[in-house]
């Protein structure tokens, strides 16, 4: 689970609100691999397959909650003067979106090595250890994702962006 979880969260957080929703979503998926761990037949890579389940769990999530909403949409009343600056969260939504499908667009073992050192802040010998693999591997896996990442226009753009 330590091993595959970010690979797993970094696939399904494009269908979550925000990071703490990913998480929710991240133990559905879990319940729902070992539900269906009876049907993996051994067939193509397992991890391939926790992450196409997990995929699964949360388009199912997002119809239902998009259900839920049109109710709830016909049913609301008011309007609360305390809600946050659209503006501003649809930025920040739009920014995440960028970054997460950046970090998509990596190899597998790239990506999870940024996002080791990154995002869960792990030092060398940590993203080593989680790898499997020398220090020095670990350190070249993530100095390669950061350099796609760099040379990825979508996230030039972000940075000048961020910038202005």
């Given amino acids: 689970m330590e091993e595959l979880g970010p690979r797993i ?4 957080r494009s269908y979550a609100d925000d990071d703490d929703h990913a998480d929710d979503l991240l133990q559905d998926c879990w319940e729902a691999i070992l539900e269906r761990l009876h049907q993996y037949r051994g067939r193509g890579s397992f991890d ?3 992450i196409a389940v997990s995929r699964n769990v949360c388009r199912m999530r997002l119809r239902e909650a998009r259900r839920k909403r049109e109710v709830a949409l016909e049913d609301a009343t008011l309007v609360l003067d305390d809600a946050p600056d659209p503006e501003h969260e649809l930025m920040l939504r739009e920014r995440r979106e960028v970054l997460h499908r950046a970090l998509d667009e990596l190899p597998d073992r790239e990506r999870d090595a940024v996002i080791m050192r ?3 802040g792990r030092d060398t010998a940590e993203i ?8 020095p591997t670990a350190r070249s896996r993530v100095a390669r994702g950061i350099a796609m990442l760099c040379r990825m226009e979508q996230i030039r753009q972000l940075v000048m962006d961020w910038m202005h």
């Fill in 9 to 12: 969260w970094w696939a399904i």
């Fill in 48 to 50: 391939n397959w926790a």
């Fill in 118 to 120: 990154m995002i869960q």
């Fill in 128 to 135: 080593a250890e989680a790898m499997g693999v020398s220090r």
